[in-house]
C-alpha cells in the first residue's frame, strides 16, 4: 500500500511538472476538521478533509467557522481565494454560501474534471443543479447525467471526486433516504453533519419569512 500511495504521489507530481503546475495549498481549520486546499495558476486542484476532530456540536452554540490557520490566499490564484470564501461563508452560514457562487468547472484543473468522462459529467451536473439545502438520489442524478440506470457508476463517481463539499457529494442519497457512504465510508458522520447544517439553515430561513 505505502508503495502504491509513493507510485501516485510520484505520478501527480510529475503530471504537475508537465503541465506546468506550481502548486499551493491552503489549510483551514473548519467543524469538519482540517480542510486542505491546493491548487496552481490554472485552477484548483483538490480539496481534502483530514477528520483531524470530530465535527462540531452545534446545539444551541453560534454557527461555527472556518479560518486559515496556513498558507496565505493573497498570494494564490483568484479561484482558491474564491474557494477559501466560499468554505468560510458556507460554514459560518450555508445559506448565504448560495450567494457567493463557488467557483465554475472552467476553474478545476484535475484530470477528473477536465476529462470526457461519465465520472466528469456527473459531478459537473451535481455542482450545476443540485443546490444548498437539497439532496438527490443516486439514481436520478445518473438520468441527470444522461445515463439512467448508471446509480452505482455514479456511487463511483462521487468516491473519485477531487473537490469535496465545493463539488457536493455529501448531496447525494439513496433513494429509500438514507444518507449513504461519505469519503468511502470513512467520513459518514461528517455526511450527517453536512445535511443537518443545511437542513437547520433551510428552517431558519423559513422562520424568518414567517416573520416578514
Given at each position: 500500500?505505502?508503495?502504491?500511495?509513493?507510485?501516485?504521489?510520484?505520478?501527480?507530481?510529475?503530471?504537475?511538472?508537465?503541465?506546468?503546475?506550481?502548486?499551493?495549498?491552503?489549510?483551514?481549520?473548519?467543524?469538519?476538521?482540517?480542510?486542505?486546499?491546493?491548487?496552481?495558476?490554472?485552477?484548483?486542484?483538490?480539496?481534502?478533509?483530514?477528520?483531524?476532530?470530530?465535527?462540531?456540536?452545534?446545539?444551541?452554540?453560534?454557527?461555527?467557522?472556518?479560518?486559515?490557520?496556513?498558507?496565505?490566499?493573497a498570494?494564490?490564484?483568484?479561484?482558491?481565494?474564491?474557494?477559501?470564501?466560499?468554505?468560510?461563508?458556507?460554514?459560518?452560514?450555508?445559506?448565504?454560501?448560495?450567494?457567493?457562487?463557488?467557483?465554475?468547472?472552467?476553474?478545476?484543473?484535475?484530470?477528473?474534471?477536465?476529462?470526457?468522462?461519465?465520472?466528469?459529467?456527473?459531478?459537473?451536473?451535481?455542482?450545476?443543479?443540485?443546490?444548498?439545502?437539497?439532496?438527490?438520489?443516486?439514481?436520478?442524478?445518473?438520468?441527470?447525467?444522461?445515463?439512467?440506470?448508471?446509480?452505482?457508476?455514479?456511487?463511483?463517481?462521487?468516491?473519485?471526486?477531487?473537490?469535496?463539499?465545493?463539488?457536493?457529494?455529501?448531496?447525494?442519497?439513496?433513494?429509500s433516504?438514507?444518507?449513504?457512504?461519505?469519503?468511502g465510508?470513512?467520513?459518514?458522520?461528517?455526511?450527517?453533519?453536512?445535511?443537518?447544517h443545511?437542513?437547520?439553515a433551510?428552517?431558519?430561513?423559513?422562520?424568518?419569512?414567517?416573520?416578514t
Open positions: 500500500m505505502r508503495c502504491r500511495m509513493a507510485t501516485l504521489r510520484a505520478k501527480e507530481m510529475r503530471n504537475r511538472r508537465e503541465s506546468g503546475c506550481t502548486p499551493k495549498t491552503i489549510s483551514l481549520l473548519s467543524p469538519l476538521g482540517t480542510i486542505q486546499v491546493s491548487g496552481c495558476e490554472n485552477g484548483v486542484h483538490t480539496l481534502q478533509i483530514l477528520m483531524d476532530v470530530a465535527p462540531a456540536e452545534r446545539s444551541g452554540e453560534p454557527p461555527p467557522s472556518c479560518r486559515v490557520v496556513s498558507g496565505a490566499p498570494e494564490t490564484n483568484p479561484e482558491l481565494q474564491r474557494c477559501v470564501r466560499w468554505l468560510q461563508a458556507y460554514f459560518g452560514e450555508p445559506r448565504g454560501a448560495g450567494s457567493l457562487p463557488p467557483p465554475p468547472p472552467p476553474a478545476f484543473h484535475h484530470p477528473a474534471l477536465r476529462a470526457d468522462t461519465f465520472t466528469s459529467r456527473v459531478l459537473h451536473v451535481l455542482l450545476s443543479h443540485v443546490k444548498t439545502g437539497e439532496t438527490v438520489s443516486y439514481k436520478r442524478l445518473a438520468e441527470m447525467a444522461g445515463q439512467p440506470g448508471a446509480a452505482r457508476a455514479v456511487g463511483g463517481a462521487m468516491r473519485r471526486n477531487p473537490i469535496p463539499l465545493i463539488i457536493p457529494c455529501h448531496r447525494v442519497v439513496s433513494s433516504g438514507r444518507s449513504g457512504p461519505y469519503m465510508g470513512r467520513g459518514d458522520h461528517l455526511k450527517l453533519w453536512l445535511l443537518a443545511e437542513r437547520r433551510q428552517e431558519d430561513a423559513a422562520r424568518c419569512e414567517d416573520y
